[in-house]
């Protein structure tokens, strides 16, 4: 019975630590003011033609709203915002769902944000969906986006697009 005890103490101070040694929190207010500093228009090539992105900070300055439109997609629309500490996504897709990603990494001297599923809206199981999201934010007139589609648990195809500033 001692012994018991004794193994479910150093069970919860085990986990007490490792609750204790969360990797490094992002800088969610810094990684948001890096992002808004795409507002404007963005080209990009694609296998399917010119991929034409639109950004704008609406909200008083809380939301950034990327239009993205895919030759024979049509438009697609991802909300970035603030969630208390943590910067969210969510991106309404030609799918017909709604996945919401949480920015994992933000590292600012490289401009890389990398954004992880965390749910979804109107998902049905096993049905595809962007499920992770990555910018590299080269400088004022260039950024590349990489976005992983998942469908029955698997990655089946990723979408990594090289964008230039048109205004």
């Known amino acids: 019975m001692k012994i018991k005890g004794l193994l479910i103490s150093v069970l919860l101070l085990a986990g ?25 228009e963005w080209e ?20 950034l709203l990327e239009h993205i439109n895919v030759p024979g ?44 599923f965390a749910g979804a809206s109107n998902l049905a199981p096993g049905a595809g969906h962007m499920h992770n999201a990555s910018f590299h934010l080269v400088s004022d007139n260039r950024f590349d986006a990489k976005w992983d589609f998942f469908e029955a648990g698997k990655l089946k195809f990723s979408e990594d697009m090289h964008f230039s500033r048109v205004k």
């Open 44 to 63: 990009a090539d694609s296998p399917k033609g010119k991929v034409q992105n639109k950004y704008e900070v609406i909200a008083g300055g809380s939301v």
């Open 73 to 116: 997609e049509g438009e697609m629309i991802t909300a970035y915002h603030l969630d208390g500490d943590k910067l969210v996504l969510t991106h309404y897709c030609m799918a017909g769902n709604q996945p919401h990603m949480v920015a994992e990494k933000f590292d600012s001297p490289s401009g890389e944000v990398n954004f992880a």
């Open 16 to 40: 007490t630590a490792l609750a204790g040694s969360n990797p490094k929190q992002v800088d969610a207010g810094a990684a948001f003011a890096r992002l808004k500093a795409l507002a404007g």
